[in-house]
């Protein structure tokens, strides 16, 4: 079991910049794949980006290819989701997720088991 705390949300203006920080509680975060999600009010939660265990690959939603940048440190056993380009319809709680390292599609949710209690980033126009 994996605890994860995200931090790092806030408000900031269209064309703003955010960067979020996931901390685990883990001995070593090397053996575990991790993603982003967001979910907006009303709507079903989405895939942001994921980074496999090794942080050599990284996926994205075509949303936000070009504006998110997904980083880590096993060292200090923190991921990062660092935001540019912020638009309104980014608004929503961020949540970071892990999973063992797998082959398996990084994209859907129900592949990891492990999720923090989510950060709230607003965007306003």
């Known amino acids: 079991q994996v605890h994860l705390v995200e931090s790092g949300g806030g408000l900031v203006q269209a064309g703003g910049s955010l960067r979020l920080s996931c901390a685990a509680s883990?001995?070593?975060?090397?053996?575990?794949?991790m993603a982003w999600f967001r979910q907006a009010p009303g709507k079903e939660r989405e895939f942001v980006g994921a980074i496999t265990s090794s942080g050599y690959n990284t996926y994205y939603a075509d949303s936000v290819k070009g504006r998110f940048t997904i980083s880590r440190d096993n060292a200090k056993n923190t991921v990062y989701l660092e935001m540019n380009s912020l638009k309104p319809e980014d608004t929503a709680v961020y949540y970071c997720?892990?999973?063992?390292?797998?082959?398996?599609?990084?994209?859907?949710?129900?592949?990891?088991?492990?999720w923090g209690q989510g950060t709230q980033v607003t965007v306003s126009s």
């Open positions: 997720a892990a999973r063992l390292r797998s082959p398996r599609a990084y994209g859907s949710e129900f592949e990891y088991r492990n």
């Open positions: 883990v001995r070593t975060l090397t053996a575990y794949d």
